[in-house]
């Protein structure tokens, strides 16, 4: 109570909410699996009410847990231990751009796609792009360095990063690099931020970098029997085109997508996988070719172009709706990734322990697949609780994780690390780095109110 009456000073005119309703909606992301139990939300509108935020936080020792879109995957927004969350929704505004710079200066609470849009009305571009891009804010794709479907043309949210503000857990504004393209003025904390999932600190703003407009874009999807050809395809493609994007899904994950009735499948023939590729359209000749050299070997048995962007659009929706379209399902998610040049490898491991542990499960790939980046969805049958199929899916982790330790990738390529994963963090970091990472968080936040519990356990 008496908490809450120090929040409202800070707060005023109803920006703390306290309602089950509110702390349920506020206190949770897309994984829907852990508890939810914050003790308010609060919705800040200026830096300065975040300042005076984490000093209360410090004397009466209250944990915060920032929150922007709660479009994660990893449970790294959810608040489950009479937390404060700390909602972005009011800091909204995109208050600077410089055309000089190509720079736009926004707050946290910027939601993705307006983002996209401002620039699309400048003639600019922000090409981090994904699935949940109309819910997500900004602070959150940095706090997870996002990457989503164009990583294997323009890079992850890091790449775009010019400048950030951040209200370090002591209470400090800092303001990291402010818009430079050179500074070699030692330690780069804004690339400290970025992916840190609020445990170090607050970002309030952040100065984003646009790219010059796109040329127009040109879509595939191609049919495939075997999960190895992929590979063979994402190479032959190379060959010949660059590629704005590279994305694989299995039948299941389309069956689950068309189910839905919005979207046909590409063409009649059902195959095991699926490839999409997305490129320049003046390259369509160079595709071509690869097309029939790919046609030729075999590793491809089908396919279809995009002859408009309406039917670009449809053939995106096949693989940007399958999240949305397994939600139902209770997936149990990896989010895992390997050097490019391991995938083959590392697909026929993964594919060993599916066999083994989940013969009766329906297993759902997809994913960033010329990023190295697999989304393995394990979908729970009706029959077991969803306890009883975390936990079943949580004992067959070290098994594949210590697979992905062995070719040295990660058990996180891009949903972060959040609540979910942080038990499995010692396979993709070594002692020694989350041995520095545990001495960073405490310069940064010394009183351990930055959502504590989220990257590693308190
Ligand atoms: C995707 O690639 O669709 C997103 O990362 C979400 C997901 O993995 O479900
Ligand atoms: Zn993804």
Known sequence: MENIEALNEIFSRGRVKTDQADLIHWGTDWTRSFEVAPQAVVFPERIDELVALVK???EHSLKLVPSGGRTGLSGGAVASNDEVIVSFDRMNQIHAFNPT??????????ITQRLQEYAIERGLFYPVDFASSGSSQIGGNIATNAGGIKVIRYGLTRDWVAGLTVVTGTGDIIRCNRGLVKNATGYDLRHLFIGSEGTLGFI??????????????????????????ILNLLQCFQQHVVLTAFEFFSELALQKVTEK???????????????????????????????????????V?????????????????????????IAADTPYKNDLSVRISEVPGFLSDVDGIVNKHYPDLDV?????????????????????????FFERCHRINPELFSLIE???????AEHGVGLLKREFLPFSRSDAEIGLMRGLKEVFDPSGIMNPGKLFSV
Request: proline residues 5%.
């Open 261 to 299: 009735g919005s979207v046909p499948r590409p063409f009649s023939e059902p195959c095991a996988f699926y490839a999409l590729v997305e490129f320049d359209a003046d390259a369509d000749e160079e595709a071509a070719i690869a097309f029939e050299e790919a046609l030729d070997r075999n590793w």
């Open 101 to 110: 710079d190509r720079i736009v200066g926004c707050q946290a609470g910027v």
């Open 56 to 58: 209360l936080a410090r």
């Open 204 to 229: 309030v703003e952040a100065e984003i970098r646009l790219a010059p407009g796109p040329k127009p874009q040109r879509v595939m999807v191609l049919g495939v029997n075997e999960l190895d050809d």
């Open 301 to 325: 048995t089908t396919g279809v172009i995009s002859q408009s962007d309406a039917q670009a659009a449809a053939l995106w929706s096949l693989r940007e709706n399958i999240s949305e379209s």
């Open 364 to 388: 759902c790939w997809y994913g960033h697949i010329g990023d190295g980046n697999l989304h393995l969805n394990i979908l729970k049958p009706e029959s077991l609780t969803i306890d009883e």
């Open 406 to 412: 062995q070719r040295g990738g990660s058990i996180s």
